[in-house]
């Protein structure tokens, strides 16, 4: 018999495998083979990721609970979103909640209602950011309050997501559950959960929200979008991956060239220097709007 086309790389019960009409004595036999999760819960094999390994790990705290659901950054590890810290999904403590439970770690009151996901229930998108938006410093909470933003504006279509009717409607939405930093700064329009963190140490730093995923046109009439806009200065937070290749960089320098020629300024920011010594990062950018005279 195979547990995993049973179950997937989904937790399960001893009780559950039973159901499935194998026998204790075939079970006694599977037992060695699968991995034991915690006490009565296993899985046929850990995930090779450890989004799916914190998934499995969350799957099983909620799997004997009844009226349970993950909260916080469980939940937003449950819908996909970004991880709002700098260590793996799987290094991160479990949270889960309910309408009525004891206090003990991990475990917290919750009077939300749980959406059903593929490993178990958990708070829906606004309830989860809420939560991560009440817990987190504010760069770390914009990064998942921006991917929720996006994804209750409902669209793809960058122009909508860079417009402030849209803007002002998911925070809306956003600050009708609470009232939060990170629910007020939300933006649909932000692109990476770099741009998101490095936005939110600007506000710390006393410097005017900047604009998300603004549309420039360059001298030559070329449409672009630029991370972030402050004033006439561009802010580009680049990844890693971003330039892979010699046509990366040059259509780049083309893209910046043309921008330049309307009269904008660059600011480019290190994903890797932003992550590793944000207070520098800051520091730079005020240096920079300093030499260009710009008002803060």
Known sequence: MDLTEMFGLRPFTPREVLEQGVTYRQWSRIRPQVVRLRRGVFVTALGDDDRTRQCQRIAAELITRTDHFAVGTSAACLLGLPNPGFTPWDRLDVTIGGKQTRSKRGVRRAPHSPIATDWGPCTNLTDTAVTVATELPLPLALMVTDAVARRLAGTKDRFVLASEKCRTEVRRRLTHAAEARALALADPAAESPAESFYRGHMVLAGLAE???????????????????????????????????????????????????????AFHRVPADDLFRDPTTEMYRLTSARGRLALPA
Do not use: W
């Not at 604009?211 to 561009?234: E, H, M, N, P, T």
């Open 210 to 264: 900047p604009r998300c995923g603004v549309a420039l046109r360059g001298a030559s009439g070329k449409q672009y979008f630029a991370d972030l806009v402050l004033d006439r200065l561009i802010i580009e937070v680049d990844g890693a991956l971003k330039y892979r290749t010699i046509d990366d960089l040059r259509n780049e320098k083309n893209r910046e060239d043309d921008l330049r020629a309307m009269g904008h």
